[in-house]
């Protein structure tokens, strides 16, 4: 099933062809906006070619694509409000070498700073390094990569965004580095294989959200021993005072006034 957008259409609307059984469009170069789930479930979707004057793509305008292998986003795009595909197949971005707003760094869509991730190709297996310049890890950004099964976080990161890690289901253990000073609702739910979670944060933040940065099991939450009591009574974690456990943060001694869950 095919079919070609008519000239002079300006915007595709949210939800504009979800569901349906696409497997070619072709857009015009009179197109400006994609809006959030524009193309939502159009897993028969092979190929989207967006046009040069394409300024705006909402959030997941190509949420569960699922047959899209790579995304080229033009020199023209200046706003891109979240994550825009989180397809089964999906291993790149590819994005225009004049484009000043945004970039591609080995296939992961980042703004043009380098500093946050905007949107992970989730079809790729194996491990993924955040770049050390990465200071902001983007809303839904990781969202259902199912395959990658080990995340290094690094030292330097501030943020981890809403639904950031939701659904990442290889993912047995995550650490967070002492760095962060905000991780947002849902931002690891959905995580079934996780096993440990370990906080290198000095001081715990209270956890304005919501809802729950995690809430899939009862993995334990190891913190800096010094810490473990603040972390019982800060407001949010205060939520996992059960599964709390002191560490020292470069090894694995269980503090005083502790149970080892292990």
Same mark, same amino acid.
């Given at each position: 099933? !095919? =079919? *070609?957008?008519?000239?002079? @259409?300006?915007? &595709?609307?949210?939800?504009?062809?979800?569901?349906?059984?696409?497997?070619?469009?072709?857009?015009?170069?009179?197109? /400006?906006?994609?809006?959030?789930?524009?193309?939502?479930?159009?897993?028969?979707?092979?190929?989207?070619?967006?046009?040069?004057?394409? @300024?705006? &793509?909402?959030? %997941?305008?190509?949420?569960?694509?699922?047959?899209?292998?790579?995304?080229?986003?033009?020199?023209?795009?200046? *706003?891109?409000?979240?994550?825009?595909?989180? +397809?089964?197949?999906?291993?790149?971005?590819?994005?225009?070498?004049?484009?000043?707003?945004?970039?591609?760094?080995? +296939?992961?869509?980042?703004?043009? $700073?380098?500093?946050?991730?905007?949107?992970?190709?989730?079809?790729?297996?194996?491990?993924?390094?955040?770049? /050390?310049?990465?200071?902001?890890?983007?809303?839904?950004?990781?969202?259902?990569?199912?395959?990658?099964?080990?995340?290094?976080?690094?030292?330097?990161?501030?943020?981890?965004?809403? %639904?950031?890690?939701?659904?990442?289901?290889?993912?047995?253990?995550?650490?967070?580095? #002492?760095?962060?000073?905000?991780?947002?609702?849902?931002?690891? !739910? +959905?995580? /079934? #294989?996780?096993?440990?979670?370990?906080?290198?944060?000095?001081?715990?933040?209270?956890? =304005?959200?919501?809802?729950?940065? %995690?809430?899939?099991?009862?993995?334990?939450? %190891?913190?800096?021993?010094?810490?473990?009591?603040?972390?019982?009574?800060?407001?949010?974690?205060?939520?996992?005072? $059960?599964?709390?456990?002191?560490?020292? @943060?470069?090894?694995? @001694?269980?503090?005083?006034?502790?149970?080892?869950?292990?």
């Amino acid at each position: 099933l !095919s =079919y *070609t957008v008519p000239d002079g @259409v300006l915007k &595709i609307a949210e939800s504009a062809f979800h569901d349906t059984e696409l497997k070619n469009i072709s857009l015009p170069e009179s197109l /400006q906006v994609i809006e959030s789930e524009a193309f939502r479930h159009a897993s028969e979707l092979v190929e989207i070619n967006l046009p040069e004057g394409l @300024v705006e &793509i909402g959030c %997941y305008a190509f949420r569960s694509c699922h047959a899209l292998t790579s995304i080229t986003i033009p020199s023209s795009v200046t *706003t891109i409000s979240g994550a825009i595909c989180n +397809g089964a197949n999906l291993q790149e971005f590819i994005v225009a070498p004049s484009n000043t707003r945004f970039k591609a760094v080995d +296939g992961v869509l980042m703004n043009y $700073d380098g500093t946050e991730i905007v949107n992970y190709p989730t079809g790729r297996d194996g491990s993924y390094t955040v770049p /050390q310049d990465v200071t902001s890890i983007g809303k839904s950004a990781f969202q259902f990569a199912y395959g990658m099964d080990e995340l290094i976080l690094n030292e330097g990161l501030l943020k981890i965004g809403e %639904y950031a890690f939701y659904d990442c289901d290889a993912l047995t253990s995550i650490t967070i580095p #002492s760095s962060v000073k905000s991780i947002s609702s849902w931002a690891f !739910s +959905g995580c /079934q #294989s996780l096993t440990k979670i370990t906080v290198n944060i000095q001081t715990p933040f209270s956890l =304005y959200r919501t809802e729950p940065f %995690y809430d899939t099991n009862n993995c334990p939450i %190891y913190v800096p021993n010094e810490s473990l009591e603040a972390y019982k009574t800060t407001e949010g974690w205060s939520d996992y005072a $059960d599964r709390i456990f002191g560490i020292e @943060v470069e090894g694995s @001694v269980v503090g005083p006034g502790t149970e080892n869950p292990e």
